[in-house]
């Protein structure tokens, strides 16, 4: 169960860091218990949670009702809270705009996703995913498919968004890996959700770094700090300063800029 848990949350960790991303976990328990404030944040993430009870329903429709974009992959809320297989769909499907026609086999297919993703264009091409191929769109917008099954739905509800991604991500290309367009199709989500990392990391080709992380905090007012970490041999800042590796910082970094190798 625990490594099924890390096949599934991995991928995501690692796609939300290779956007410059960073994230914070909640859990059914703090939600039923009131103790989750979904007002601080643009995007939910539901990674592979098929068991949904009504308590994390509620949460996830109050949470688009009011703005926010929750971002599932395969088999959203097709179970209970106690793992107990619903007898019609999902209990989201009317968000993310679907219709799960059952409980059949996953299937492994090479896949296409293209489109606009608020106002970006967004084209990708996926190996060998694991996908839901018992899912019908009924509303929403469909960008790409593995051949008859949808990819991606992005339904837009009042003042909110529900996107389906309808395979595993850790079946899918890793985001820093031979194909950087993975990053920017997640990219493109989150920026429709309003969030969008103002930082970039280049190499002298102006392509996106592999396996670095950049990272800011908010140390004070006015005061933001840039962590680099990675296999490079040197990093540098158009104002020419050389932050060695593994590690560096740099202090009052606003606005931040884009910074590629020397």
């Not at 299937?107 to 899912?135: C, H, M, T, W, Y």
Request: glycine residues 12%; hydrophobic residues 40%; charged residues 30%.
């Amino acid at each position: 169960k625990e490594e099924k848990k890390k096949r599934i949350h991995k991928p995501w960790h690692r796609a939300i860091r290779t956007c410059g991303l960073q994230f914070n976990y909640t859990t059914d328990r703090r939600i039923t218990r009131n103790e989750f404030d979904a007002s601080a944040y643009k995007v939910m993430i539901l990674a592979q949670c098929e068991a949904i009870g009504p308590e994390v329903e509620k949460a996830v429709r109050e949470f688009v009702a009011g703005g926010g974009t929750v971002i599932a992959d395969v088999r959203p809320g097709l179970r209970g809270a106690r793992g107990k297989q619903r007898e019609v769909g999902g209990v989201l499907d009317d968000l993310f705009g679907v219709r799960h026609t059952g409980s059949a086999p996953a299937k492994q297919s090479d896949g296409r996703i293209s489109g606009r993703i608020s106002g970006r264009e967004v084209a990708v091409e996926f190996k060998d995913l694991i996908v839901n191929p018992a899912v019908d769109p009924m509303k929403g917008e469909v960008l790409g498919s593995a051949g008859e099954t949808p990819l991606c739905i992005v339904n837009e509800v009042g003042r909110g968004r529900a996107i389906l991604l309808n395979f595993a991500l850790w079946s899918s290309r890793h985001p820093t890996a031979e194909d950087a367009r993975v990053a920017d199709f997640l990219s493109a989500l989150f920026a429709s959700a309003g969030i969008e990392w103002p930082l970039e990391l280049l190499d002298k080709d102006g392509l996106r770094h592999r396996n670095i992380e950049v990272m800011r905090w908010r140390t004070g007012p006015g005061i933001e700090v840039v962590a680099l970490s990675g296999p490079v041999d040197k990093t540098e800042w158009e104002g020419g300063e050389v932050l060695s590796p593994p590690f560096g910082t740099k202090g009052n970094a606003v606005p931040p800029r884009t910074v590629a190798d020397a």
